[in-house]
């Protein structure tokens, strides 16, 4: 063996040996300090343990101690002290947030700040100490960076255990009581018994009944979850409740309440102090008070402008079916004019709170928008800028192949290859261009076959487009797209694809402006009629069975049907899980009344005529009704 060779095994046991006895210091030093922190543990004060922490990082930073050890000495005490003592400890821990981002603790001890401060959010109540719970978020948040993906929302999963109770029994409501006993212990007052301080305070004067409760409170259920909002018979039942809200806080403004002002001067006296609370206080005690409290307004009007926030906003883990359809989108944008408004009106600074929380809701869609890319990391590589580098001589192309000119035009070959080649300098952005997007709308489309239908054109059935296999297939293919007849269901039975575009084209036909729908009729239409049209009216007005049930017929019928509804359900042929799920949707019996026409309607489709509900209404024993109908 060379002397230089074994110079270097003898240098590298050195080394060795001499890491594995540094190895051995800082376990012997880790255990001690663990030591002597379990033997003060209930006998010292939290100085003396802040004491010990404060050695474990000095020795951490002088190489003679585990970078572990600190944070394992503050699990241990954390996990032994009651919480009153866990505050002061924990103030110690938000101080040194610069110290454990460091790169001597970051790495180490990330994993263990995650586990201690995951153990305390456990043994914390989020209503009795929610203020601790806070600091411990924004603690997290100071600790990790913002690209940390363990700490987001990814798939806008909401806390559905946030449950708002309320008293949802009428019969122990006191509000109907309230009133009178009001006014019966306000006799007994005498004159002078209010105090000087007291003479300015009067009762907020808006009239709040149990049914003004019950659909206050249930507004909750769907800020709690947002997605059940795009289901018809939630949407309609949140729709209703949520005009209703915003009508109360539209009438009755809190400028012209002296209760509010004289709050809003005691807080002003004292310093802003105020109450908080983690929960909403949902007696009907505190109902009148509530809605003439400032904060509390805020409180509401914001949570529906998060929940419009979600509705229309693009989120990449939303299901396929949770799309606003055009009325819900008008309505959305109407109501958040309106929330936008009271928030501006209610005081103190209603403009400048409007304004804040515009720009926070700004930014939480930017937020959205970062996480649907996929989180990409906010730090930016550092732009090296490249001399430029010398032209090389390149010969030149032959005439033939390239113009001359600054548009520089390749040649193909070909007349069309040329042209094709040349609308795009870079071919692949043009594939991607809007502008390739050729699917047509429905009258262009159909628009040949409607007039072709038309039988004061005497267009023999050989000749018509609907008899083209190929213009059949775009058809199903756009019909699938773009109209709700594709999808309805239907009994009659169709020989042939031909037949049954002849179907769609005379539904469509009567949607377009342009064409009356009395001029389409389809042989299936002549066949069921066998001569009977002879015997009717020869006026201009539709026939009984082409008569659709309006919205506005829906709405009288279902007033007039209160809580006998169910009666007619029966008649309707509707099943008694669909009637678990209109109870279920709304506690209501006018709207439920409706929720049950409604189905009928979409289930129905085309059927859901006039003549088919009065059958069914006389059916059921409300003949009065079906004869308001007919004559409607």
Known sequence: MSPSLFNFIDAKDKFTVRNRKNTEKKTTLDQALRGVLGDQIQKTSCDDYLSLIYLSIDAVTEGICSATTPFVLLGDVLDCLPLDQCDKIFSFVEENVSTWKSNSFYTAGKN?????????????????????????????????????????????????????????????????????????DGMEVEEGEMGEDDSNFTFSSIPIDYNLYRKFWTLQDYFRNPVQCYEKFSWMTFLKYSDETLAVFKSYKLDDMQASKRKLE????????????????????LMDLQ???????????????????????????????CVLNDDQTVWIEETTKLVYQLLREIPPDGDKFATMVEHILNTEDNWNGWKNEGCPSFVKERYSYD????????????????????????????????????????????????????????DEFFAEAIEQADPANMVEDEYKVVRNPNYGWRALRLLSRRSPHFFQPTNQKFKSLADYLDSMVSKLAKELPDIPSEEIKTGEEDDDDNGDNLLKDSNDSPSMQ???????????????????????????????????????????????????????????????TVDSLVNALNAAGFSQIADSLNEA
């Open 112 to 184: 263990y700040l995650l586990r201690m401060c995951n153990d305390l959010l456990r043994r914390l109540s989020k209503s009795q100490n929610t203020v601790f719970c806070g600091r411990i978020q924004l603690f997290l948040a100071r600790l990790f960076p913002l690209s940390e993906k363990s700490g987001l929302n990814l798939q806008s999963q909401f806390n559905l255990d946030n449950i708002t109770v309320f008293n949802k029994n009428e019969q122990e409501s006191t509000l109907g009581q309230k009133h009178t006993e009001e006014k019966e």
């Open 266 to 285: 005691e807080l002003r006296a004292s310093g802003g102090e105020h109450v908080y609370f983690a929960k909403f206080l949902t007696s009907e005690k």
């Open 291 to 321: 809605l003439s409290d400032s904060n509390f307004r805020r409180h509401i009007l914001l949570q529906y402008l998060i929940l419009f926030q979600y509705l229309k906003g693009q989120v990449k883990f939303k299901s396929s079916s």
């Open 387 to 442: 001399k430029p580098k010398r032209p090389t001589r390149k010969r030149q192309a032959p005439e033939d192949f390239l113009g001359k000119g600054p548009d520089r035009k390749i040649f193909m070959g070909n007349d069309e290859l040329t042209r094709l080649w040349n609308l795009n300098q870079d071919n692949m952005e043009a594939c991607k261009s809007d502008s390739r997007e050729f699917m047509p709308s429905l």
């Open 546 to 608: 082409s008569k659709m049930v309006t919205n506005n017929q829906m709405d009288e019928i279902a007033a007039k049907l209160g809580a006998e509804w169910k009666a007619l359900a029966s008649h309707l042929e509707m099943k008694a899980a669909e009637l678990r799920e209109i109870e279920t949707d709304s506690e209501d019996v006018d709207m439920q009344a409706k929720l049950l026409l409604v189905a009928w309607q979409d289930r129905e489709g085309a059927q859901a």
